[in-house]
């Protein structure tokens, strides 16, 4: 009976802390911690506001610069090609596959590259581009095009030869 009646209590002061606790931050309103507050209608617009914009080639895009929103489309062929794959991977790729972290076969590791050149160069672009194991898809260069993947991959196989 003691066990019921000391359940009991435990039970009614949480309820009664729920309770309690539920008043006072009824009391708190977003006004009433000002405009810098997370609570307020400025932040709460912040956080729902979209981050980005919708452009279609060929008309007005409206906020974008003028450099984004009308983009010269190459004139050439080796404009349209990108970097070539040694500046990808300087730029991207070198942070793993400079150091084999995360088990990324190292720039030169003929041993550690051997098989996966094996599998032909076909599978490792689709790897490099679909991401695989901890290699997470283009190697997290989302500003990096299909071609400047595959040049760098291109690259890296030639140093493993």
């Known amino acids: 009976m003691k066990k019921i009646s000391l359940l ?3 039970l009614g002061l949480s309820v009664a802390g729920s309770a309690l606790a539920a008043q006072t931050t009824k009391d ?6 000002g405009e810098r507050s997370i609570y307020s209608e400025r932040a709460t617009i912040e956080r729902i ?8 080639e060929g008309k007005e895009c409206e906020g974008a610069p003028a450099a ?4 010269p489309a190459a004139a050439d062929g080796a404009a349209a090609a990108g970097r070539p794959g040694d500046a990808v991977y300087n730029a991207s790729c070198s942070a793993c596959h400079g150091t084999g972290a995360a ?13 996966r050149i094996a599998q032909g160069k076909a599978t490792l672009h689709k790897h490099a581009i679909m991401g695989i194991r901890a290699m997470p898809p283009k190697g997290m260069c989302m500003t990096c095009s299909d071609d400047e993947i595959m040049a760098a991959v291109d690259y890296m196989v030639g140093k493993a030869k």
């Open 28 to 33: 708190v309103s977003p006004h009433a911690l």
């Open 49 to 56: 506001t979209a981050v980005g914009r919708v452009c279609v």
């Open 68 to 71: 984004v929103a009308a983009a």
């Open 103 to 115: 088990g990324a076969p190292k720039l030169g590791d003929k041993g550690a590259w051997g098989p």
């Open 8 to 10: 009991l209590a435990v």
